[in-house]
């Protein structure tokens, strides 16, 4: 599962432009096609990928959900967005807040990392964001402690550790 943090600073960017995004994630998702084809024989079943979405922008949402299931048969998911949330009405208060951040900030920023960090092989963002480093440390955490548990309790095995892939997005000025 894959992680991507699409910030837009300017009240102005709608978020529709995912261009950037779309290259990390298809760098990202290429480079563990290999792991996705081995567990769909494993399985013997289609085990798509996951990719947790989180962003300030519903049209950046819309537009790569789209794009990867249509791509990838990839399940985009988003806090933000699921059913009942009640962050989406927050999409029409006028505050000058939200015109920066978007519809989901304040509460709905930290609903989106908890879902975000679920993630625990890849990370699209950009990492001059404390917000975006903020996800990096949180999933590489719960990998490390997952794996050390994993390997120490069940296999004997001993520390495991792997470096978290990361694609870069570029920066976006106010």
């Not at 978020?15 to 480079?31: A, F, K, P």
């Not at 792991?35 to 950046?60: L, P, W």
């Not at 959900?65 to 989406?88: D, F, I, M, P, V």
């Not at 975006?132 to 520390?159: N, P």
């Amino acid at each position: 599962s894959l992680a991507l943090h699409s910030r837009h600073p300017r009240a102005t960017d709608d978020g529709s432009d995912v261009t950037d995004e779309q290259e990390c994630l298809r760098h990202l998702i290429r480079g563990q096609q290999q792991q996705i084809h081995r567990r769909q024989r494993f399985h013997g079943r289609n085990t798509s990928c996951i990719v947790y979405i989180m962003s300030d922008r519903t049209a950046t949402v819309a537009e790569l959900s789209t794009w990867l299931k249509r791509e990838y048969e990839c399940h985009a998911q988003s806090a933000s967005w699921k059913a009942g949330s009640s962050n989406t009405t927050a999409a029409t208060s006028t505050s000058s807040r939200n015109d920066e951040h978007g519809p989901f900030a304040g509460g709905g920023f930290w609903k989106d990392l908890e879902w975000c960090a679920q993630a625990r092989t890849g990370l699209v963002a950009d990492l001059g964001r404390s917000s975006s480093t903020l996800l990096q440390e949180l999933m590489e955490y719960d990998t490390y402690v997952e794996q050390h548990s994993y390997y120490l309790k069940d296999q004997g095995l001993g520390r495991h550790t792997t470096t978290l892939p990361v694609c870069h997005l570029p920066k976006r000025l106010p």
